[in-house]
Nanobody
Framework: QVQLVESGGDLVQPGGSLRLSCAAS????????MYWVRQAPGKGLEWVSA????????GYADYVKGRFTISRDNAKNTLYLQMTSLKSEDTAVYYC?????WGQGTQVTVSS
C-alpha cells in the first residue's frame, strides 16, 4: 500500500523556520521524482518545489526561491522541505506527491 505521510507543520512567527518531512512507503521511493505543493485558504493548489530521483536537480517557484530548500534521503525514504524566512503568505496546507500519489497534507500557519 502506497503511503505518503507529511509532518512538521506548525504555527510559526513571520521570519521563522520549519522543516517539513514526507515519509514514503509502499513503492520504490528512490525511483520517483517528488514534489511539494501547497494550498492556501480559499485558493487553488500552488506548486512549490520539485526534486529529481537522486537530489541532484531541484526546482522552485519564484515566491519561495532562496527561502525554501527541497531535499531527500533515499535511504530513509523521506522527502524534506526546509522553509526559512517564512511570511504570512506561506500559510497553507503543504502536500508532498509523486506523479501518482499524494499525502494528506500538513498545515503551516505563519502568524504573529
Amino acid at each position: 500500500q502506497v503511503q505518503l505521510v507529511e509532518s512538521g507543520g506548525d504555527l510559526v512567527q513571520p521570519g521563522g523556520s520549519l522543516r517539513l518531512s514526507c515519509a514514503a512507503s509502499g513503492f520504490t521511493f528512490s525511483s520517483v521524482r517528488m514534489y511539494w505543493v501547497r494550498q492556501a485558504p480559499g485558493k487553488g493548489l500552488e506548486w512549490v518545489s520539485a526534486i529529481d530521483t537522486v537530489g541532484g536537480s531541484t526546482g522552485y517557484a519564484d515566491y519561495v526561491k532562496g527561502r525554501f530548500t527541497i531535499s531527500r534521503d533515499n535511504a530513509k525514504n523521506t522527502l524534506y522541505l526546509q522553509m526559512t524566512s517564512l511570511k504570512s503568505e506561506d500559510t497553507a496546507v503543504y502536500y508532498c506527491h509523486s506523479k501518482r500519489d499524494w499525502g494528506q497534507g500538513t498545515q503551516v500557519t505563519v502568524s504573529s
